[in-house]
């Protein structure tokens, strides 16, 4: 069975760090497009940091470039997304989530396996 598992969200403070885990099981991470997404009150969720598999393709929101990078430990078939100088407009819900058959890394209609989601909370 199909499945991925988020781990590391929180609270914290602005300026502040958080490392999330994606731990997939059922399959193997290197051969999907994968990615993190936020859904925040009321919007639909969308793409946050995300990658490709061998063609080197990826995708970050504006407001997250530079600040978010996104990587993938292929032996412990993990996807991470590294967090830094956090604002509380990162607050929400994160997902794990992969395609199955490609699409628009920025839009969640596109992925077809998805986390349970897991908080982070920016605020002093």
């Known amino acids: 069975q199909l499945q991925l598992v988020e781990s590391g969200g929180g609270l914290v403070q602005p300026g502040g760090s958080l490392r999330l885990s994606c731990a997939a099981s059922?399959?193997?991470?290197?051969?999907?497009?994968i990615g993190w997404l936020r859904q925040v009150q009321g919007k639909e969720r969308e793409g946050v940091s995300c990658?490709?598999?061998?063609?080197?393709?990826?995708y970050y929101a504006d407001s997250v470039k530079g600040r978010f990078p996104i990587s993938r430990d292929n032996a412990k078939n993990t996807l991470y997304l590294h967090m830094n100088s956090l604002k509380p407009e990162d607050t929400g819900v994160y997902y794990c989530?992969?395609?199955?058959?490609?699409?628009?890394?920025?839009?969640?209609?596109?992925?077809?396996?998805w986390g349970q989601g897991t908080q982070v909370t920016v605020s002093s």
């Open positions: 989530a992969a395609q199955a058959r490609g699409g628009s890394m920025r839009y969640g209609e596109s992925y077809n396996y």
């Open positions: 059922g399959f193997t991470l290197a051969n999907f497009a």
């Open positions: 990658i490709g598999t061998s063609d080197g393709s990826s």
